[in-house]
């Protein structure tokens, strides 16, 4: 069946005109590697497919070639390659809704891809897109599941202004409001309130429920994103004192962090440099100052536009002078004429 496949393969290598029936029998081949534990080959036979420029193939069977190439390369741990690949499907193509299972497939290879680049905002968005397919919405268990991981991954993202407008957004979701998603409501709430989040009440409130989801369950990847929710207590935390103090002594930070100073220097560090937050540290004093403080550029600028105005305003005055020079001649030579 091998040699069958291989020789058939080689005849039709390079023909349009049965490029349609050597994709197909490519695949069958890489079924065949990978039934046999041999998924590395079965994954480099799959991606010797470009479907994508294939005019005469049917656009489903487009997308669930792609999705196998993308199954494969995940199961190889070539997660750039899935990325790449990825792009050959155009989202468009799942908002008709008549292929929910196509479109359920391929968001979860992009969570399953987004997790291993911690790209927590782009794994919610992907979850919401799972949440939004109607087959979803009629699994009230399968909602509910959905909705979770959009809290506990949208918490997780870094704050930037689209992670507040989209965690604003599900904070609106009615289905919150369910007995079972009352806690992640609250969640939700500690990050939009501005109040600082206390660690040790938050972990006390929420972290036997959370560390039994698969977000935070108790292995290498869970305790990461668990030791990284932990980080944005903390920056939720400094981006609340910078909206409330204009300086604030180091130490009193630290203690209300519950961190050593050594660790909020560097936290507050990374957010400056992010531009999170504008701060300067007066490392002697122990003293941080969250006044804003205006650009060397922007200072530049301005400081060049006033020289500007300055030098028209004294051409303007140096016109005015030498016109009244000029009309003061005209009349004394004028006068001297009449006498």
Request: hydrophobic share 35%.
């Amino acid at each position: 069946m091998l040699k069958l496949i291989d020789t058939l393969r080689t005849v039709t290598a390079g023909k349009i005109y049965v490029e349609n029936e050597r994709a197909r029998l490519t695949h069958r081949l890489a079924k065949i590697h990978e039934k046999d534990d041999n998924v590395a080959e079965a994954a480099k036979i799959m991606q010797e497919l470009q479907v994508e420029t294939y005019g005469s193939m049917e656009r489903q069977e487009k997308v669930e070639l792609i999705l196998e190439q993308m199954r494969l390369c995940l199961a190889t741990k070539d997660f750039i390659r899935t990325q790449i690949i990825s792009k050959k499907i155009s989202t468009r193509y799942f908002e008709e809704g008549k292929h929910s299972d196509l479109k359920l497939k391929f968001y979860r290879y992009m969570i399953e891809l987004g997790q291993h680049e911690g790209d927590y905002l782009d794994i919610c968005k992907n979850f919401r897109q799972v949440y939004d397919t109607p087959c979803i919405q009629e699994n009230a268990e399968d909602k509910s599941a959905t909705l979770k991981n959009i809290v506990l991954y949208i918490v997780l993202a870094k704050f930037d202004n689209e992670q507040s407008d989209l965690i604003h957004r599900i904070k609106t979701e009615r289905a919150l409001d369910d007995d079972g998603l009352v806690m992640y409501r609250a969640i939700l709430e500690k990050f939009i309130t501005d109040e600082l989040i206390s660690q040790a009440e938050f972990c006390q409130n929420f972290e036997g429920e959370l560390r039994q989801t698969d977000a935070f369950s108790k292995s290498e990847a869970g305790d990461k994103r668990w030791s990284d929710l932990k980080a944005r207590i903390v920056e939720h935390n400094i981006r609340m004192m910078a909206k409330y103090y204009t300086k604030i002594r180091l130490a009193r930070m630290a203690h209300l962090l519950a961190l050593t100073e050594n660790e909020t220097e560097d936290c507050l560090s990374d957010m400056v440099v992010a531009g999170t937050v504008t701060a300067k540290t007066d490392r002697l004093e122990g003293i941080v100052d969250f006044t804003q403080q205006e650009d060397p550029l922007e200072a530049l600028n301005s400081w060049s536009s006033n020289t500007n105005k300055l030098m028209d305003l004294v051409m303007k005055t140096t016109h005015l002078i030498n016109k009244e020079e000029m009309v003061h001649k005209h009349l004394a030579s004028t006068g001297n004429a009449t006498e």
